[in-house]
T-cell receptor, first 115, second 118 residues
Framework: KQEVTQIPAALSVPEGENLVLNCSFT??????LQWFRQDPGKGLTSLLL?????REQTSGRLNASLDKSSGRSTLYIAASQPGDSATYLC??????????????FGQGTILTVHP | GAVVSQHPSRVICKSGTSVKIECRSL??????MFWYRQFPKKSLMLMAT?????????EQGVEKDKFLINHASLTLSTLTVTSAHPEDSSFYIC??????????????FGPGTRLTVL
């Protein structure tokens, strides 16, 4: 059974800092890995999706890397802003079979960026 | 981009009543929709997979008679919490997978429904 772990559980940083969020998964047979953002009481916003054959994806100040063999992914946020404050979730999709499309989520990292 | 809506966004009901939550894909067709449940400060747990025109498949430990799922069209899936009890209070989120013509492995998530059972 796939298990996804995110470290740290919470992070508080001053504005302008670069930061790294970590995600690890136990089963490397994944189809893709996705990073989401969730604001309090809201749904999920997809930030980046990395296919299993890819090593990284970039969007603006965000960069996500994937090391499938070691079961790890990192989300790098450059020059953090107060508006980045939210919970960040990573999720993995299994490669195939009856579990296709069923995402397994980590517990999330609660990020607070203070002015 | 693809948009998924949920209705209602928030509902408060008395114990013993049934509550229906709708999940709609607004600008695309979705053969598959997923229903998740999220407890406070916890991650999302997949409850069931809803396929258009067929019965939903439930994850282990989820009572199918308690959480009725109907996927009557390519743009609508409903989750009915029957005889709701306080322990059913939670945040319910749906997602829809794009049918074709795009990145079919991408799920688009709804904004969630906050259910409170008194």
């Amino acid at each position: 059974k796939q298990e996804v772990t995110q470290i740290p559980a919470a992070l508080s940083v001053p504005e302008g800092e670069n930061l790294v969020l970590n995600c690890s998964f136990t089963d490397s047979a994944i189809y893709n890995l996705q990073w989401f953002r969730q604001d309090p009481g809201k749904g999920l916003t997809s930030l980046l999706l990395i296919q299993s054959s890819q090593r990284e994806q970039t969007s603006g100040r965000l960069n996500a890397s994937l090391d499938k063999s070691s079961g790890r992914s990192t989300l790098y946020i450059a020059a953090s802003q107060p508006g980045d404050s939210a919970t960040y979730l990573c999720a993995v999709a299994p490669r195939s079979g009856t579990s296709y499309g069923k995402l397994t989520f980590g517990q999330g990292t609660i990020l607070t960026v203070h002015p | 981009g693809a948009v998924v809506s949920q209705h209602p966004s928030r509902v408060i009901c008395k114990s013993g009543t049934s509550v229906k939550i709708e999940c709609r894909s607004l600008d695309f067709q979705a053969t598959t929709m997923f229903w998740y449940r999220q407890f406070p400060k916890k991650s999302l747990m997949l409850m069931a997979t809803s396929n258009e025109g067929s019965k939903a498949t439930y994850e282990q430990g989820v009572e199918k008679d308690k959480f009725l799922i109907n996927h009557a069209s390519l743009t609508l899936s409903t989750l009915t919490v029957t005889s709701a009890h306080p322990e059913d209070s939670s945040f319910y989120i749906c997602s829809a997978r794009l049918l074709a013509g795009g990145p079919t492995d991408t799920q688009y998530f709804g904004p969630g429904t906050r259910l409170t059972v008194l």
